[in-house]
Nanobody
Framework: QVQLVESGGGLVQPGGSLRLSCVGSGFTFSAYGMAWYRQAPGKERELVASISTGGAFRNYKEPVKGRCTISRDNAKNTVYLQMNSLKPEDTAVYYC?????????WGQGTQVTVSS
């Protein structure tokens, strides 16, 4: 079955950086677009960034535009989210997602906390 396993979250000071990773298994990773979402306490899950199957097309939502980079390594079945200049409002659980018109698949999430 489809499995997505995120890692790389943690506690970081404002202005710091983190690199999230997500390893996919149980499907042909290179055949699917991938995305990162996040959900802060008391808020709805929101899209952060997405990337096409080959990595040529990337999309970022305004709150993270210019501060984050999504990338993928299809040989390693892994998608990454490099986050720089982190702000307290970036605090959330970050989820990796396989983009599928029949319904996205989700990982278990990794907590990112930005605090001094």
């Amino acid at each position: 079955q489809v499995q997505l396993v995120e890692s790389g979250g943690g506690l970081v000071q404002p202005g710091g950086s983190l690199r999230l990773s997500c390893v996919g298994s149980g499907f042909t990773f290179s055949a699917y677009g991938m995305a990162w979402y996040r959900q802060a306490p008391g808020k709805e899950r929101e899209l952060v960034a997405s990337i096409s199957t080959g990595g040529a097309f990337r999309n970022y939502k305004e709150p993270v535009k210019g501060r984050c980079t999504i990338s993928r390594d299809n040989a390693k079945n892994t998608v990454y989210l490099q986050m720089n200049s982190l702000k307290p409002e970036d605090t959330a659980v970050y989820y990796c997602s396989r983009v599928d018109s029949r319904g996205n698949s989700w990982g278990q999430g990794t907590q990112v906390t930005v605090s001094s």
